[in-house]
T-cell receptor, first 112, second 115 residues
Framework: AQSVTQLGSHVSVSEGALVLLRCNYS??????LFWYVQYPNQGLQLLLK??????LVKGINGFEAEFKKSETSFHLTKPSAHMSDAAEYFC??????????FGTGTSLTVIP | EAGVAQSPRYKIIEKRQSVAFWCNPI?????LYWYQQILGQGPKLLIQ????????DSQLPKDRFSAERLKGVDSTLKIQPAKLEDSAVYLC?????????????FGPGTRLLVL
């Protein structure tokens, strides 16, 4: 069985501060991991994905995530938050067959 | 490249009525997915198609939900009869194939309100 847990349903950061969104996964086989962003009234947009190549993955808009097998984590970071980063962020896990299992999401607020 | 198209964008119906949603995936994408996203939750997979065949429909409430992808391109998801708890956003996604790690591309969703 596969699942992801996103710690913190709401995260607030000041503009220019570090963004850290947490994701822990559970998978009986080597996972593929994704981060998606969802802006209000829109679909999900891919930020980045891990597919067993480099453990540090760089994505769009300055985001990156590190796969840590020992900690079963795939946390999303960005060095400096921008107002446009305010959105809902979802972590997802999949393996063969490509059925995605999403977390419950983290709402990011950026304070001016 | 055109993205995943969905219609309608919004729908309001009364309980026990029926409703249908349409999805047109990215051209050339063999795999199509329907998700249900209830407010405050992550998307939940309802059904996955590979071309015109069903790969996974284990979480589809088959007593009221049905979906088809007859020609292996666009797809329709139907709810009949609708219940209050069906109020949600219905997202369609597509990917090139169903190999693990394939990126899924999402449409804008259809927001359903059941009164």
């Amino acid at each position: 069985a596969q699942s992801v847990t996103q710690l913190g349903s709401h995260v607030s950061v000041s503009e220019g501060a570090l963004v850290l969104l947490r994701c822990n996964y559970s998978s009986s086989v080597p996972p593929y991991l994704f981060w998606y962003v969802q802006y209000p009234n829109q679909g999900l947009q891919l930020l980045l994905k891990y597919t067993s190549a480099a453990t540090l993955v760089k994505g769009i808009n300055g985001f990156e995530a590190e796969f840590k097998k020992s900690e079963t984590s795939f946390h999303l970071t960005k060095p400096s938050a921008h107002m446009s980063d305010a959105a809902e962020y979802f972590c997802a896990v999949t393996n063969t067959g490509n059925q995605f299992y999403f977390g419950t999401g983290t709402s990011l607020t950026v304070i001016p | 490249e055109a993205g995943v198209a969905q219609s309608p964008r919004y729908k309001i119906i009364e309980k026990r009525q029926s409703v249908a949603f349409w999805c047109n995936p990215i051209s050339g994408h063999a795999t199509l997915y329907w998700y249900q996203q209830i407010l405050g939750q992550g998307p939940k997979l309802l059904i996955q198609f590979q071309n015109n065949g069903v790969v996974d429909d284990s979480q589809l409430p088959k007593d009221r939900f049905s979906a088809e992808r007859l020609k292996g391109v666009d797809s329709t998801l139907k709810i009949q009869p609708a219940k209050l708890e069906d109020s949600a956003v219905y997202l369609c996604a597509s990917s090139l194939g169903l190999a693990g790690g394939e990126t899924q591309y999402f449409g804008p969703g259809t927001r359903l309100l059941v009164l």
